[in-house]
């Protein structure tokens, strides 16, 4: 799995998840502060990550992960 | 004690999306009843149900992205997504909307549902079965929780008053109308959002109302006769799905405001049978004790009353049922008007209550008894008017609505044309 290939991916849930243009998901994009996630949307968010990934994210990981940028760099390390 | 008048109603039934839409077919005697579309149910003991019809929005069919953001819809179960949207039609139709900050204190919601999110539930089940606990949405717990319409509906319009729920099985819709207007009564609030909602067609419901043998079963060959209060070849009740919302208003506001004006929630009576968890009494006393009490709340005679929604729902209950009203009635009687509007709607449950206070405020409001559709062998000892396969024109200026729930709960509200 390429890193550009892991990338799309998780901007594709991202999209999906929190309904908001592409264009709007770059690196440093909050989920909550820029994205209009809530708490909640960002728990289903990494339930997300997941299942697409076939990875399990601690709770204690999910809690670091709070832009876009955090999410890629933690996935690319688990996979 | 203040007075109350309903000012906005918004529903979502089987027979359309929309209060005027769902009427006039209630009006034509047309049957929401149909082969189950939304899973396959071929393996259940009954097959068929009165689903909500589904479409871009248009001639009355309900297109759920009307109402909900569809990344909204994913984290709510469908009965949060009916009462949704009964609930913006009711307000729009009230002109509610741009209340002051102060105002919106005053007011609350007051929405339930008998089961709630039991397909949710259901599913979310299997997916531990099958995936494990961490699979879990974070939206199941508040996407199935009954008081969520409630919650919901405040957080969408910011109405800060009362906010609250009702689970009473099939009587919720009533209850939760007689409440909400208690509160505006002794003050708690000036306006309340006040219903029920339910959707619980899908297998663990109907396999579970199969089980009690409370659902029709034999007219998987023709759905539409399967709904038939009081005839002779009844066979249980046909499950429905949707919402009714009603705005109810302090009236002296919703005069000085200018609003449009329904009619007036007179009377409400409670009561229980103490008797059996899904049976009413053979003399069904209980429901005669809430006609009563809510008779006694209106300060009316029973000859005020000009037609009854029954609770009617197609069962054995059905000739109890006419026979407590019988009894309340006395000689008065031959002079009332009774139907029942789930011979089309089927049985919503939660929401059933709310649309037949509906559609009695709005016999009020056109002056015609809805028919009940599918009466072709009436009970011989039928005294009353049961507006047998066509709706009767006549004048109505008292209405009386029925709900009786499993666990034996009775709520009981009587509407009049306002008088000033």
């Not at chain 2, 319009?157 to 109308?177: D, L």
């Amino acid at each position: 799995m390429s890193e550009g290939d892991i990338e799309q991916r998780v901007r594709k849930k991202v999209v999906e998840h929190l309904g908001v243009e592409e264009d709007k998901v770059t690196e440093n994009a909050s989920f909550i502060d820029d994205l209009g996630a809530d708490s909640l949307d960002t728990v289903e968010l990494v339930m997300a990550f997941e299942e697409e990934f076939g990875i399990e994210i601690p709770d204690d990981a999910a809690e670091t992960i709070q832009t876009f940028g955090d999410a890629v760099s933690y996935i690319k390390g688990a996979v | 004690m203040r007075r109350v008048v309903i000012t906005g109603l918004g529903m979502v039934t089987p027979l359309a999306c929309g209060v005027e839409e769902t009427w006039s077919r209630i009006l034509a005697g047309e049957s929401g009843a149909d082969t189950i579309k939304g899973f396959d149910a071929s393996h259940l003991a009954t097959t068929y149900a009165c689903e909500i019809p589904r479409g871009d929005g248009t001639n009355g069919t309900f297109n759920p992205n009307d109402w909900m953001d569809p990344k909204e819809q994913r984290k709510v179960d469908q009965f949060i997504l009916y009462g949704m949207a009964a609930a913006q039609q009711a307000i729009a139709d009230a002109g509610l909307g741009d209340e002051s900050d102060e105002e919106k204190e005053r007011i609350g919601c007051i929405i339930g549902s008998g089961i709630g999110g039991l397909e949710s539930i259901a599913n979310t089940a299997l997916l531990i079965r099958e995936k494990g606990p961490r699979r879990v949405s974070p939206f199941f717990i508040p996407g199935s929780l009954i008081n969520l319409i409630s919650g919901q509906v405040s957080i969408r319009y910011g109405f800060k008053g009362p906010n609250h729920s009702v689970v009473t099985a099939c009587s919720t819709g009533a209850h939760a109308i007689g409440d909400a207007s208690r509160l505006i009564q002794h003050g708690d609030a000036d306006v309340m959002i006040a219903g029920g909602a339910e959707s619980a067609v899908c297998e663990i419901g109907i396999a579970g109302f199969n089980a009690c043998k409370a659902l029709s079963t034999k007219y998987g060959d023709n759905p539409k006769a399967a709904s038939r209060p009081w005839d002779a070849d009844r066979d249980g009740f046909v499950m429905g799905e949707g919402s009714g919302i009603l705005v109810l208003e302090e009236y002296e506001r919703a005069k000085a405001r200018g609003a449009k004006i329904y009619a007036e929630v007179i009377g409400y009576g409670l009561s229980g049978d103490a008797h059996h968890i899904t049976a009413p009494p053979p003399d069904h006393e209980g429901a005669e004790r809430a006609m009563r009490a809510a008779i006694r709340h209106a300060g009316i005679d029973v000859s005020d009353i000009d037609y009854v929604n029954a609770h009617g729902t197609s069962t054995m209950a059905d000739t109890i049922e006419m026979g407590a009203v019988q009894r309340l009635l006395g000689d008065h009687a031959a002079k009332v008007t009774m139907s029942s509007t789930k011979s089309m709607t089927g049985h919503l449950l939660g929401a059933a209550g709310a649309i037949e206070a509906i559609f009695s405020t709005l016999a009020i409001r056109d002056q015609v008894a809805p028919p009940t559709i599918n009466l072709d062998t009436p009970p011989e000892d039928a005294v009353i008017d049961l507006a047998a396969n066509g709706k009767v024109e006549r004048e109505i200026d008292v209405a009386l609505s029925n709900s009786f729930g499993f666990g034996g709960t009775n709520a009981v509200l009587l509407l009049r044309r306002v008088h000033d």
